[in-house]
């Protein structure tokens, strides 16, 4: 995005957007730049990016939080919109009168078209790590394709007993369509998705 065209204002708050992108992997609220750039009202910071995106500089999407996307140059980066999927982050899932139900959309991942296969993704946080055998701990975000065929050695999301938990696939426990997890106490449980992979954060800072 060429910032020419944009008024001193218009560019401090553009800049920042991008750099809170760049920097943390979702864009800021509107709160956090109107604090930034030492505006007290959010009309004012609306009205800001409104401006933003009738120039192009951003996309937003109504009705979402955090929901502001960068649009950047190819020259740039290498990569188009129609290149990105967003993902949501989900605040919790759970499993009720047979449906799956999400949470709070807390942000959205904008990912390469490349990276993801077919499918419905969602980031969801681990509530807890998969044991000695698993390299997945409680904390790290975990991309679950819920449209996924599972096979052996697959990591899967499942729900049991009112919770979520961590499943490696076994074939001897899989029935024919090979969607369902073992029993466990009489119950069936309900598989999620495959989980495909997940982000960890190394600074504790």
């Given at each position: ?55 192009g500089a951003i ?109 490696e696939v076994n ?35």
């Amino acid at each position: 995005m060429k910032t020419e065209s944009l008024s001193p204002r218009e560019k401090e708050i553009f800049l920042f957007i991008k750099d809170y992108c760049r920097k943390n992997g979702y864009p800021p609220t509107v709160r956090e730049i109107g604090d930034e750039v030492g505006l007290s009202s959010s009309c004012t910071v609306y009205y800001h990016l409104k401006k933003l995106e009738e120039k192009g500089a951003i996309h937003r999407h109504r009705f979402k939080p955090r929901a502001i996307e960068v649009i950047t140059d190819k020259e740039e980066t290498g990569v188009t919109d129609s290149d990105l999927i967003p993902v949501p982050l989900i605040s919790e899932v759970s499993w009720e009168s047979g449906q799956l139900r999400w949470g709070e959309v807390k942000a959205y991942f904008s990912l390469p078209r490349f990276v993801l296969k077919d499918g419905v993704y969602f980031l969801l946080k681990a509530p807890k790590g998969g044991g000695e055998t698993c390299p997945i701990q409680a904390g790290d975000l975990l991309m679950v394709n819920q449209n996924q065929t599972l096979s052996q050695g697959d990591l899967a999301l499942i729900w049991l007993e009112a919770g979520i938990h961590l499943w490696e696939v076994n074939p001897e426990q899989l029935p024919a369509n090979g969607l369902s997890s073992p029993k466990e106490g009489g119950q069936l449980p309900q598989v999620i998705g495959k989980i495909v992979g997940f982000w960890r954060t190394l600074d504790k800072g």
